[in-house]
């Protein structure tokens, strides 16, 4: 069964970058996606992006300037680094496996099975 | 804003039904597959229903989803105390070529 860990500094300065890792367990990263999420304290969720084994990625076009996923599979990790933070993005984040792809009827299916437990990161000075 | 509308609360009483609503347009829930998310305060989500009305194992039958042209509907019946918490829609927008979080419904079991 697998499992996600997330890692990382929970307060960070304004203007610098938020680092993460999350660390699958119980199977391998291969020919899947795994994605990172967030949620601002009280509010709902938001998708951030997503790596591929292969080495692709794709991100939330409202993030994209921001945000860089890569992923480690010899190590069974894979990072979510974000740029020049403000208060906005303060929030739980979560790593979790993302089921994406596109059917024979011609939609596009995607849902995120497993997720991490969540780390809370601020921003603040 | 969310891009998926859910109303912001729903509440019954102990036994009965609930519907909880996902509007969205073309380039996303009508043209793509919808999943339920639930999540209790301070837990990571949990996938109730994907790919539209699919159940995952080990969630009960009590919970099912529909789709309809640009809408979603999650129906719980015989609602139980425990089923309170935050429910959200998702899914991919074509448009946007990414995710779509509903900006999550409070239930109430009253």
């Known amino acids: 069964q697998v499992q996600l860990q997330e890692s990382g500094p929970g307060l960070v300065k304004p203007s610098e970058t938020l680092s993460l890792t999350c660390t699958v367990s119980g199977g391998s990263m291969s020919y899947h996606y795994w994605s990172w999420i967030r949620q601002p304290p009280g509010k709902g969720l938001e998708w951030i992006g997503y790596f591929y084994d292969s080495g692709s990625t794709n991100y939330n076009p409202s993030l994209k300037s921001r945000v860089t996923i890569s992923g480690d599979t010899s190590k069974n990790q894979f990072s979510l680094k974000l740029n020049s933070v403000t208060a906005a993005d303060t929030a739980v984040y979560y790593c979790?496996?993302?089921?994406?792809?596109?059917?024979?009827?011609?939609?596009?299916?995607?849902?995120?099975?497993?997720w991490g437990q969540g780390i809370l990161v601020t921003v603040s000075s | 804003q969310s891009v998926l509308t859910q109303p912001p609360s729903v509440s019954a009483a102990p036994g009965q039904k609930v519907t909880i609503s996902c509007s969205g347009s073309s380039s996303n829930i009508g043209g793509n597959y919808v999943s339920w998310y639930q999540q209790f305060p301070g837990t990571a989500p949990k996938v109730l229903i994907y790919?539209?009305?699919k159940r995952p194992s080990g969630i009960p039958d009590r919970f099912s989803g529909s789709k309809s042209g640009t809408s979603a509907t999650l129906d719980i019946t015989g609602l139980q105390t425990g089923d309170e918490a935050d429910y959200y829609c998702g899914t991919w927008d074509s448009s946007l070529t990414a995710v779509l979080f509903g900006g999550g419904t409070k239930l109430t079991v009253l």
């Open positions: 790919d539209n009305n």
């Open positions: 979790a496996r993302e089921w994406f792809g596109y059917s024979g009827s011609g939609s596009y299916y995607d849902r995120f099975d497993p």
